[in-house]
């Protein structure tokens, strides 16, 4: 089964470059999650995404932004990097708004910022 | 606002069996998802329970109780490949908020 593309999967940048994160989320699937996870933390939402228009914000700096696609896929982009955006970055995606349904997980992409 | 509370690491012998607690408070409550994840892994969807009582699903089950906001998690004949960080989770709106993890060590 298809599930939650994201590229690339590893990516370094240096201080105040910019970076952008693709997403592909499981077809058919109306809503996309943006989270960001620092060693030994948990998951932190940033941004969020049903039928391509924002829904939800979390706490995202401002140098990022994140839109979806008509073809449903999303990008992060992030700008003016800093050593403290170095993290996984995952992207999720569920197929409807029912409280219960699961989302799924891409494998993520691993900034690094030096 | 939303905030989970779970213990920060947990740790138990192959083979048996442990609890992974979660208390919670959150506006517009509507269940409590638990999501494992291992070093370097994407979070996996394990359960969600809506309801009071126990869900089973093989060696896991998941257990709710609204009136006291808490729920855990437990696993039984616990493997080595269970050694992981276990996140308790609600759903708010359009996004999910993760606790902060349990982390499971596992003695041989």
């Known amino acids: 089964a298809a599930g939650v593309i994201q590229s690339p999967r590893h990516l370094i940048k240096e201080k105040r470059e910019t970076a952008t994160l693709k997403c592909y989320p499981i077809p058919r699937h109306d809503t996309v999650y943006w989270y960001q996870q620092g060693p030994g933390q948990d998951p932190q939402f940033l941004i969020s995404?049903?039928?391509?228009?924002?829904?939800d914000k979390g706490s995202i700096p401002d140098r990022f932004s994140a839109q979806q696609f008509s073809d449903y896929h999303s990008e992060l982009n992030m700008s003016s990097l800093e050593l403290g955006d170095s993290a996984l970055y995952f992207c999720a995606s569920s197929g409807g708004r029912a409280v219960n349904t699961e989302a799924f997980f891409g494998q993520g992409t691993r900034l690094t910022v030096v | 606002g939303q905030s989970l509370e779970q213990p920060s690491e947990v740790t138990a012998v192959e083979g048996a069996i442990v609890q992974i607690n979660c208390t919670y408070q959150?506006?517009?409550?509507?269940?409590l998802s638990w999501y494992q994840q291992h070093d370097g892994g994407a979070p996996t969807f394990l359960s969600y329970?809506?309801?009071?009582g126990l869900e089973e699903t093989g060696r896991f089950s998941s257990f709710l109780s609204r009136s006291d906001s808490y729920g855990y998690l437990l696993l039984q004949e616990l493997q080595m490949k269970d050694s992981a960080s276990y996140f308790c989770a609600v759903r708010a709106d359009d996004k999910i908020i993760f606790g902060k993890g349990t982390r499971l060590h596992i003695l041989p």
């Open positions: 995404f049903y039928e391509k228009m924002q829904s």
């Open positions: 329970n809506a309801l009071d």
């Open positions: 959150t506006s517009g409550f509507y269940g």
